[in-house]
C-alpha cells in the first residue's frame, strides 16, 4: 500500500511541477538552516562535557558588591584554595589550584643550541586539579606527575611540536622565559576544541610558589589568572557550602566601607554559558544567545511550513475530483490522508537531501563566523542523524496535516461536480498564515536594520580617546630597568611614520582590568574603587587623551604623580577640578600627588559606564609599549619594529597587536549576531517570497476565466492587476502592525544591554513597511501582469 501511496504521491509532484520545485525549495533553505543551527548548539552544549562527578565540580569565584554595583571574577585570592581546603574539609574531597600564564618557551638539541622558540601559554596547577578533572593521560598519571618543582605535562600536539614524537618527550627539558628549566614528567592526550581549558603546558604549582615575587598570603589581590576547583563529597550538597561562604568570606576578607567582596561558588556546567566570568580559553557562549538561535530557526522552518500549507490548501479545489472518485471507490477518510501525507513526506524527503547538500556547502562560512570546529558529521555525533529524522517527521506533520483533512473531508457529490468552493481549502487560515509570515519576516527586518544601526553608532562613537594606528608591543616587565628597554623606546620612536611611542601596562580600554581602593586628601577609603592604570609621560599624548585640569607626568623615575578621570573626582564631590590639583592620593600603600585630570573616556565597552580611573607611574608594572603610527605607514612600519626588537632581544618572542583590534573584540558576540540577521532575516525574505510568488500564481491560474471576462468587458491591464494585488498588498500591511509592537519590545530589551545606544525611532518601521510593501507589490505584481496580458480567446474557447 505504502509503495502504491508513493507512487501516486510521485505522480501528482510531477504534474505540478512548479509548486512542488517552490515548496521544496523552501523547505530546503528552512531545513538547511535549522541543521546548521542545530549543529551550532550541539556543538556549544557539548562544552566540558565527559567528566567523571562533573554534576559535582565547582569553580571558586570572587563577587564585589559596592556604591557601584555588583562586580565578579572568575579568580580569586591565591591564599583561598589553601583556606577553603582547611575550612570545608568535612564537605568536599579534593581542591585544586590552577594558574594561567605565558612566555617563551624554547628547546635545545642534543648539541645544546636552540631548535626551537615559541609564544605559548602556560598553566601552572596542583596534583589535585587532575584528581578533580579526569582529563586522559597517555604517559605519566596526576598523582605524581606534578609533584615536583620545576616538572611540566605536555599535552600531545605540544610534545609533537616540541620533540618531534610524543613518546620521546617524556625525560626531556624545555626553557621558559630564559628562566626556569623544566624536565617533562607526562604526557596528556589532545584537549578537544570543545573545551574551557586548553592545557598544552602545565607545570607543577609547586614551582609557582617557589617564585619570590609571589605573596601567598594576601587576601587583597584578586587576578582573574588564578582559578581554584573543587570536588563535592557525595552526599553534600552545593547549597550547603553556599550558606557557610558568606562567614568563610567574613573570616579572611578585610572589612572597609568600599564595599563587601566574597567568595562563591560557580558550576562546571556554567562555566562555558557565564560571559560576566569567562574562562582559560576566552570563549563563551550565553545560553540566551542559543535560545535566540534556536527561535530563528523554529521562525524558519514554520515560514517554508507555511508556504507548503498555503500552496496545498490553495490546490485543493483542484484535486476535489480525485478526492470524490477515491471515496466513491471506497477510500476511507484516513486513507486519503496517509496519502497525502505521504506526498508531504516524499517533499519533505526530497527537501532533507538538497538541505544537507546546502548545509554542507555554509558550513565553511559558519565556521569561519563563529570560529570554532563545526562538524556535520552524523557518524561522528549520532544526535545529527536523530535530528535529522524528527525534522523530516515534523515538517512532514506540521506542513501536510492541515492539507491531508481539508482535501480528506470533501464530500465526494460535490467534489465530483466540480462544485467544491474556492475557499474550500482553508482562504481565512491562509490569510492568517501569511500575515503571521510576513510579521516574521518584518520583525527580523526591523531587529537587522536595529542591530545594524546599533554596531555603526558602536564604531563611530568618539571613545574620548584615539585607537587607531596603535600597536601595543609585548614587553618583559622585569626588564625594563635595563638600558636596552630605553634603547629599544629610542630606536622605534626613531623610526619614519612612528608618531609617538609609551610604555605602560594596558590602553586606555582594556578587557585586562585592575580595580583598587584608595585614599583622597588624607580622608578614609573613598566608597568605591577605581579602576588603576599605570604609564609613563607620554602616555596620554600616544592615546590622545585630553585634559579638563592640570597636567600630566613629569618625566621622573622618583616623583610619584597621579592623573585621574572626570568621573573619579565627581564620585568625590569635588566640582572645580582645580581644587584638586596638588592634593595627596594614597594607593597600594603609596602615596602620590594628583597633577591632573583628563576628560572622562570609554575604559570598557559600551555595554558598561564609564569607570572613576586612576594612571599613575609604576615602572615595574608595564607590560607593553605602545606605538602610535601615521595610518598610512602602518605596512611599512610594522616590519621594522619586529626588527628592531628581535635586534635587541633575540632571547624573546616578539608579539603585537591593535588597539582597534581589540576594542572590536568587546562587540564581538553583536557582530556574529549582526550577520546572522542579515543571512536568516534574508533567508526569511526569500523562502516567504518564493512562497507569496506561487500562491499568487496558483490564485492568477484560478482566477483565469474571470480576467478574461473583465478585459473583455473593458477592464484595463492596471485594473486587473490592481484587482490581483490588492489581497496581498492588505495582508502584507496587516502584518506590520502585528510585527511592530512584537519587534519594538525585542529590539527594547536587546538595547538595555548597552549603557550606550541609539534611541529608538520609527525609521527602522517605516522602512521594514516600505521593504515588505515593496518586495511584495514586485513579486505580485510580476505575476498578475502576465495572468492580466494572457489571451482570452484561450481561456474562454471552451464556453
Known sequence: MFKLNLKIAWRNLWKNKGYTFINILGLSIGMASCILIFIFIRYQMSFDEGFKNEDRIYRLTTNWTSADGFAESQGVPKPTPAAFRNDFKNQVEKVGSIRQDGGVIKVKDDAGKERIKVQEDVFYAEPEFFQIMNFEWLEGNPNQSLTQPNTVVLSQEMANKLFGDWNKAVGKTINYQNRDNFTVSGILKDIPDNSSFPLNIVVSYQTFKNYKNENFNSWGN??????????????????????ILPKFS???????????????AQALTDVHYNENLGNFANRTMPKKELYGLAIIGAFLLLTACINFINLATAQAVSRSKEVGVRKVMGSLRKQLVFQFLTETLTISVLALLIACVLTEIALPGMRSLFQDNISFSIISHPIILVFIVVLVIVVSFLAGFYPAMVMSGFSPALAIKNKISANAGGLGLRKVLVVVQFSITVILIIGTLVVLKQMNYMREKPLGFNPSAIAM??????????????????RVSKIP????????????????????????????????????????????????????????????DTIREIVVNETALKKLNVVNFNDALGKKIRIWDKEGTLVG?????????LHEPISP???TTVKENYRNLAVKMDSKQILAVMPKIEKIWNDTFPENFYSASFVDDDISQYYETERVMGVLFKVFAGVIIFISFIGLFGLISFVATQRTKEVAIRKVLGAS????????????LIMVFIANLVAWPLAYLFISKWLSTFTYRIEISIWPFALAMIISMVITLITVSIRSFKAANANTIDALKYE
Open 597 to 605: 585630570v583628563v576628560k572622562d573616556f570609554n575604559n570598557l565597552s
Open 473 to 490: 608591543v609585548s614587553v618583559r616587565n622585569d626588564s625594563l630597568s635595563l638600558l636596552k628597554y630605553q634603547i629599544l623606546q629610542e
Open 613 to 615: 580611573v586612576l594612571i
Open 222 to 243: 584578586t587576578s582573574s589568572n588564578d582559578e581554584c576547583y573543587f570536588l563535592l563529597k557525595p552526599s553534600v550538597s552545593i547549597d550547603e557550602i553556599r550558606s
Open 497 to 556: 611614520g612612528v608618531l609617538s611611542t609609551s610604555f605602560c601596562r594596558n590602553p586606555p580600554s582594556s578587557s585586562n582590568n585592575n580595580e583598587s581602593n584608595f585614599r583622597y586628601n588624607g580622608t578614609e577609603k573613598a566608597n568605591f574603587q577605581v579602576n588603576t592604570k599605570v604609564a609613563d609621560e607620554n602616555y596620554f599624548k600616544t592615546f590622545g587623551l585630553t585634559f579638563a585640569a592640570g597636567r600630566g607626568f613629569s618625566k621622573s
Open 717 to 728: 491591464t492596471i485594473e486587473l492587476v490592481r484587482m490581483l494585488n490588492g489581497s496581498f
Open 250 to 264: 567574613e573570616k579572611y576578607f578585610q572589612k572597609d566601607n568600599s564595599g563587601k567582596e566574597e567568595i562563591s
